[in-house]
């Protein structure tokens, strides 16, 4: 953990629970405990789990020009906000490509905080930020729980009134246990789930809190690395993992666009005042390949770097991949040649592994996202 110099609250919590605190985005942060990672994504899938994502970058941007600042830095209409109100939206470089994800939630008239990925989404906004009338505060004093599930909200709903009726990228103000949080309901799973945010010296009495009054509901504590599992029948990506940053090619710059990544629905219709928009739009039907999902035969995942074969010829890397023993399915997502990234085309992947399998249509899981979004 030698790059770490951030540190959850929760640390002792996870040690506990028997993580070695692998470093990621400089926070000593708990990829797995010693319990098996298929119980931690059967529970998120049929009751819920608990998760702390702390080590994901808070930042808030305050005052007149914050609205402007984060208007031509990501690729929704920020305008269209309103407090309570937030959106998932991308970042890209001046060459159009992707350089980070993050929500943005405006919390007042002229206060936003956005939650960074692992991308160089904050930099690039501290840089722009410079002669602006826009304060850029880092926050490590705010925590991030993730409850999420199907009994997140039936938990939620015995401590704070009115959590049934917060719709799915809405977030309100309101007490946990007595102590002040903000909940989002928001979440990297495909399920209906909330984040917590608290100040840091309230985390470890919610933590436990929501462990201790939601063990009959089945609510445990979850390890980071079970995102892997339930991103990849979600279809939601993680960077730098499902980038070029991690699979380049060869004599190119590296950079994914919209297009390739699927990502292109995060532009707000007809904007066209964001970093990368000329570059963006022109790039347009010049994917050098997409993002898919992968069916294998049998009951083993694949591995990351595992490689895809159609007819003889190499066409696409497997960039993250699980079994479901939930669904008896071993699945994957994958960089794959554009010609391949239709359902059914048949497959082999070569590498860990050596088994038959199709090209699927993502996500796996819950495709008119219905779970995530549902009301009462």
């Given at each position: 953990m030698a790059n770490s110099w951030r540190i959850s609250?929760?640390?002792?919590?996870?040690?506990?629970?028997?993580?070695?605190?692998e470093d990621w985005n400089g926070m000593g942060t708990a990829w797995t405990?010693?319990?098996?990672?298929?119980?931690?994504?059967?529970?998120?899938?049929?009751?819920?789990?608990?998760?702390?994502?702390?080590?994901?970058?808070?930042?808030?941007?305050?005052?007149?020009?914050?609205e402007s600042l984060l208007q031509y830095a990501t690729t929704r209409d920020i305008a269209k906000l309103y407090p309570g109100k937030s959106v998932y939206a991308c970042m890209l470089d001046e060459d159009g490509t992707?350089?980070?994800?993050c929500i943005v939630y405006r919390t007042g008239p002229n206060a936003f905080m956005v939650v960074h990925g692992a991308g160089i989404g904050h930099e690039m906004l501290i840089r722009s930020a410079q002669g602006r009338q826009v304060a850029v505060l880092f926050d490590d004093d705010l925590h991030d729980l993730s409850l999420?599930?199907?009994?997140?909200?039936?938990?939620?709903?015995?401590?704070?009134?009115g959590i049934r009726d917060l719709p799915y990228f809405h977030h309100l103000q309101t007490k946990l246990f007595e102590r002040p949080v903000m909940i989002s309901r928001t979440g990297y799973t495909g399920e209906r789930g909330y984040e917590i945010f608290c100040k840091a010296a309230d985390a470890p009495a919610i933590w436990d809190g929501i462990l201790e009054?939601?063990?009959?509901?089945?609510?445990?504590?979850?390890?980071?690395?079970?995102?892997?599992?339930?991103?990849v029948e979600s279809y939601l990506l993680f960077y730098p993992y499902d980038n070029s940053q991690m699979y380049p090619f060869a004599d190119q710059k590296a950079g994914d666009t919209l297009w390739e990544l699927g990502l292109d629905f995060t532009v707000s219709p007809g904007k066209q005042d964001f970093r990368g928009a000329g570059e963006h739009y022109r790039r347009q039907g010049q994917e050098r390949f997409?993002?898919?999902?992968?069916?294998l035969d049998g009951q083993v995942a694949a591995q990351n770097g595992d490689t895809l074969?159609?007819?003889g010829r190499e066409v696409g890397v497997i960039t993250c991949a699980m079994y479901s023993r939930l669904t008896d399915r071993s699945m994957a997502i994958a960089r794959v040649e554009p010609d391949i990234a239709e359902q059914g085309v048949p497959l082999e992947v070569r590498g860990s592994l050596s088994v038959k399998a199709i090209a699927h249509n993502l996500p796996f899981d819950d495709p008119e996202k219905k779970k995530r979004t549902a009301k009462g």
């Amino acid at each position: 953990m030698a790059n770490s110099w951030r540190i959850s609250a929760l640390r002792e919590r996870h040690l506990a629970l028997g993580s070695n605190l692998e470093d990621w985005n400089g926070m000593g942060t708990a990829w797995t405990y010693a319990s098996d990672l298929a119980d931690h994504h059967e529970a998120i899938r049929t009751r819920a789990g608990l998760m702390d994502v702390s080590g994901l970058k808070k930042v808030h941007y305050v005052g007149p020009h914050a609205e402007s600042l984060l208007q031509y830095a990501t690729t929704r209409d920020i305008a269209k906000l309103y407090p309570g109100k937030s959106v998932y939206a991308c970042m890209l470089d001046e060459d159009g490509t992707f350089a980070d994800d993050c929500i943005v939630y405006r919390t007042g008239p002229n206060a936003f905080m956005v939650v960074h990925g692992a991308g160089i989404g904050h930099e690039m906004l501290i840089r722009s930020a410079q002669g602006r009338q826009v304060a850029v505060l880092f926050d490590d004093d705010l925590h991030d729980l993730s409850l999420q599930g199907p009994k997140a909200v039936d938990f939620l709903a015995e401590h704070v009134p009115g959590i049934r009726d917060l719709p799915y990228f809405h977030h309100l103000q309101t007490k946990l246990f007595e102590r002040p949080v903000m909940i989002s309901r928001t979440g990297y799973t495909g399920e209906r789930g909330y984040e917590i945010f608290c100040k840091a010296a309230d985390a470890p009495a919610i933590w436990d809190g929501i462990l201790e009054k939601g063990t009959d509901l089945g609510i445990i504590p979850c390890a980071f690395t079970a995102l892997d599992w339930l991103r990849v029948e979600s279809y939601l990506l993680f960077y730098p993992y499902d980038n070029s940053q991690m699979y380049p090619f060869a004599d190119q710059k590296a950079g994914d666009t919209l297009w390739e990544l699927g990502l292109d629905f995060t532009v707000s219709p007809g904007k066209q005042d964001f970093r990368g928009a000329g570059e963006h739009y022109r790039r347009q039907g010049q994917e050098r390949f997409r993002i898919f999902g992968v069916l294998l035969d049998g009951q083993v995942a694949a591995q990351n770097g595992d490689t895809l074969w159609h007819e003889g010829r190499e066409v696409g890397v497997i960039t993250c991949a699980m079994y479901s023993r939930l669904t008896d399915r071993s699945m994957a997502i994958a960089r794959v040649e554009p010609d391949i990234a239709e359902q059914g085309v048949p497959l082999e992947v070569r590498g860990s592994l050596s088994v038959k399998a199709i090209a699927h249509n993502l996500p796996f899981d819950d495709p008119e996202k219905k779970k995530r979004t549902a009301k009462g």
